[in-house]
T-cell receptor, first 110, second 117 residues
Framework: SQELEQSPQSLIVQEGKNLTINCTSS?????LYWYKQKYGEGLIFLMM?????EEKSHEKITAKLDEKKQQSSLHITASQPSHAGIYLC??????????FGKGNQVVVIP | NAGVMQNPRHLVRRRGQEARLRCSPM?????VYWYRQLPEEGLKFMVY????????ESGMPKERFSAEFPKEGPSILRIQQVVRGDSAAYFC???????????????FGDGTRLSIL
């Protein structure tokens, strides 16, 4: 079974609109990482969350980790075409790897 | 550019041939991870290496796949006698300290897209 579930699987928004995507873990996280991937390219690190209730922002992107450290949301304010891509959440469960969800595909219509 | 470097970006092999994928970690990073991304699936962990040591290969297929990270030079993921099912994107990541004991992010390369004819 999948340890990390990302929802919605895909999302289409009009440029300028806000959007939120979610990542839910089946167990407590040591750390949660958000990456962005464009088709045919590598993963770009966005943000890392460690503590329950933590919130981080970078430009128009805000990510939160819930108090139980099992769910994270990523919110984009006033989306732009440059925000289009696949957003991947990666979980550190204290072992030697990251476990990834299947991703949220975001399409921004100009 | 001090990022994770992978080559080649694209690799085409016929069934039965060998594929060699290379990864140079970021400067100052001595921990390397390999992941495989199949169509419609997420990234799956394959192997974790430090210089000259395989630390965790629990995600590697038991046969035909091997990895190394020599004292000098890049990390190599080697696939022998490739089959169609090996077609995928293979990503390498690096970190300055072990992922399990720290929350340092892993930084990824652009990947190698392997196609098997």
């Amino acid at each position: 079974s999948q340890e990390l579930e990302q929802s919605p699987q895909s999302l289409i928004v009009q440029e300028g609109k806000n959007l939120t995507i979610n990542c839910t873990s089946s167990k407590t996280l040591y750390g949660l990482y958000w990456y962005k991937q464009k088709y045919g390219e590598g993963l770009i690190f966005l943000m890392m969350l460690q503590k329950g209730g933590e919130e981080k922002s970078h430009e128009k992107i805000t990510a939160k980790l819930d108090e139980k450290k099992q769910q994270s949301s990523l919110h984009i304010t006033a989306s732009q075409p440059s925000h289009a891509g696949i957003y991947l959440c990666g979980a550190n469960y204290g072992n030697n790897r990251l476990a990834f969800g299947k991703g949220n595909q975001v399409v921004v219509i100009p | 550019n001090a990022g994770v470097m992978q080559n080649p970006r694209h690799l085409v092999r016929r069934r039965g041939q060998e594929a060699r994928l290379r990864c140079s970690p970021m400067k100052g990073h001595s921990h390397v991870y390999w992941y495989r991304q199949l169509p419609e699936e997420g990234l799956k962990f394959m192997v974790y290496l430090q210089k000259e040591n395989i630390i965790d290969e629990s995600g590697m297929p038991k046969e035909r796949f091997s990895a190394e990270f020599p004292k000098e030079g890049p990390s190599i993921l080697r696939i022998q006698q490739v089959v169609r099912g090996d077609s995928a994107a293979y990503f390498c990541a690096s970190s300055p300290s072990p992922q399990g004991s720290s929350n340092q992010p892993q930084h990824f390369g652009d990947g190698t897209r392997l196609s098997i004819l």
